[in-house]
């Protein structure tokens, strides 16, 4: 008779029995090893590990793909207000198109109770002008457009009727909420800013912009009225 240890085996297991053992661990696919499991990866491109065997190649996304929809409606926005702004400054600076010139606005900016009226028309202006010109070009975005938010914010705080529709600062409102979108969002690729940092961390370089634009506009309302 012979016993269970005198059985022929196999290497892991015995060679008439079901039963396999393997002579190491077998190790699942990390893709597949425990549903469920959120640390789970899925399966991808193997490539060998000296020290735990083969390991996944990690293929990053390209971040900022074109989107031709997205890129194109920032162009649109960012020319609009874009030039609507360099001409109210050009209006300002050199009284083009009607505009009332430094002396004009020095002097409603007094009617208003603004020291230093004629310093604050040339800052105003050629703010207006400069980011005007940036926004078209798509180049330094973020600074233009917190130029933007901060003439408007100056200019609804002076304006604004609450006895009227939406405060009777229509325009105003607007071109804030367009300078906010731009500010956030970024020029878009069709622009000279797609290869800046500020082009691929806008929200954040949006988030120091906006602060800067409610510091100015603070000191001009609070200092020279």
Known sequence: MSSDDDRPRQTGGYADSGYYAP???VTPPRGDAYPGDP?????????????YGPREEVVEREPHAWHFGADLG????????GVL???????????????????????????LGFQHATVLSWVTGL???????????GLFTPAAAAGVLGVMANAIWTKINVHQFAGAVEVEALYSAAAFALLFAGAGKISLDRNTPWFRRAPAYGFVFLLLAAGASVVTLVVLR
Do not use: C
Request: aromatic letters at 6%; hydrophobic letters at 50%; charged letters at 10%.
């Open 23 to 25: 002579s190491q661990p």
């Open 39 to 51: 640390t789970a990866v899925l399966p991808g491109p193997m490539e060998a590990d000296d020290d």
């Open 74 to 81: 920032l162009l649109v926005l960012r020319v609009t207000v």
């Open 85 to 111: 702004f360099a001409g109210h400054g050009l209006q300002k600076v050199f009284g083009m198109m009607q505009g009332p010139g430094i002396g004009g606005f020095a002097q409603y900016l007094t009617s």
């Open 127 to 137: 703010t207006e002008l400069a980011a005007g010109v940036l926004l078209v070009l």
